[in-house]
């Protein structure tokens, strides 16, 4: 009966129950916040995830404004959602996706997905390019401290639950002028508000193309954040 209403309450655009009822359920304390789907998963983050998110926020859109380094939070924590669904069998795995085993972390994530946050592109993985790899070993190997004070700025702000997600369903972007190069399986490309110089184009897939903003939710951090 539970499971039959809320999938009535999916199905007519309602969400089946609050972000923080889910993160209760889960016995997850949100110190610095937790990452909700709508079946009740639920991703506590960490201080590893925020610094993480802040490397990632700052060299994919630090210099674009706050419009940008929304988009890309938001599809880096949509995107770690849909790592889930895909491991559940809820969704079809993507060849383009690093797959991984378990249930990932944020930081996992922005390590797999952001080139600038990469270990593949840093020197001694996988990949080389010389300009990326170089971007790749400055941004890893920036401590909290050193990351510019707009983007830890913005990632203390997200975590507390100051920017709602207005991209529902992105979980992929390219920078700006490259669209042609997004994979196949992709949908798009779709544009946020601000400045004129956008930094980035995003894009969703087929099994994200009808997510809501109740989709992926933020249970805003419990505690003063102090990094």
């Not at 669904?85 to 797959?99: E, I, K, V, Y």
């Not at 992105?170 to 042609?180: Q, S």
């Not at 946020?192 to 009808?210: A, L, M, Q, S």
Request: glycine share 8%; aromatic share 12%; charged share 20%.
């Amino acid at each position: 009966m539970i499971a039959i209403l809320v999938a009535w309450m999916v199905l007519i655009g309602l969400p089946p129950f609050s972000a923080e009822d889910a993160a209760e359920v889960a016995g997850a304390e949100c110190r610095l916040g937790c990452i909700v789907g709508e079946d009740g998963w639920v991703s506590e983050l960490d201080r590893r995830d925020v610094e993480w998110l802040a490397r990632a926020v700052e060299c994919e859109a630090g210099v674009y404004g706050e419009w940008e380094q929304s988009a890309v939070a938001w599809a880096l924590a949509q995107q770690l959602y849909q790592w889930h669904r895909r491991s559940t069998g809820d969704s079809p795995s993507l060849a383009w996706h690093h797959r991984r085993e378990g249930n990932p972390s944020l930081a996992t994530v922005v390590q797999s997905y952001s080139s600038c946050c990469s270990q593949k592109w840093a020197t001694g993985g996988s990949a080389y390019h010389e300009r990326i790899t170089a971007r790749a070993d400055y941004y890893r190997n920036l401590d909290w401290g050193d990351i510019p004070a707009r983007s830890r700025v913005f990632t203390v702000n997200w975590i507390e639950g100051r920017y709602p997600n207005e991209t529902p369903g992105i979980v992929w972007w390219l920078a700006h002028g490259f669209e042609e190069h997004a994979p196949r399986e992709t949908i798009g490309p779709f544009y946020v508000e601000g400045p004129e110089n956008r930094g980035n184009v995003y894009f969703k897939i087929k099994p994200t193309v009808f997510w809501k903003t109740w989709t992926v939710r933020l249970v805003p951090a419990t505690q003063e954040v102090t990094l």
